[in-house]
Nanobody
Framework: QVQLVESGGGLVQPGGTLRLSCAAS????????VGWARQGPGQEREGLLC????????HYANSMKGRFTISRDNAKSTVYLQMNSLQPEDTAVYYC??????????????????WGQGTQVTVSS
């Protein structure tokens, strides 16, 4: 069955970097879009980036102003979220999600078919 497992979260100082991983199983990254979203304390879920299955193109990149990038390694069936220049407001639980077909619009959370359990990122000095 489809499964997503996030890892790589933790405590980082302001200005630091983290790379999150989303290990996928039960499906092929060639046919499924994978996205990252986050939810901070008391905040709504926020879509971050999505990578298309067919062409590996990143979507919603402008929303993160270049600080975050998404990539994938099909051989490892893993999608990554590289986060640079982290700030306290980036503190949140980060989730990856997937659906067959193209990336949905950034705020269309109901279109994602599967979600991981999330990984906590805390940015604090």
């Amino acid at each position: 069955q489809v499964q997503l497992v996030e890892s790589g979260g933790g405590l980082v100082q302001p200005g630091g970097t983290l790379r999150l991983s989303c290990a996928a199983s039960g499906f092929s990254l060639d046919y499924y879009a994978v996205g990252w979203a986050r939810q901070g304390p008391g905040q709504e879920r926020e879509g971050l980036l999505c990578i298309s299955g067919d062409d590996g193109r990143a979507h919603y990149a402008n929303s993160m102003k270049g600080r975050f990038t998404i990539s994938r390694d099909n051989a490892k069936s893993t999608v990554y979220l590289q986060m640079n220049s982290l700030q306290p407001e980036d503190t949140a639980v980060y989730y990856c999600a997937t659906r067959r077909g193209p990336c949905p619009s950034r705020r269309d959370y109901n279109s994602w078919a599967y979600w991981g359990q999330g990984t906590q990122v805390t940015v604090s000095s």
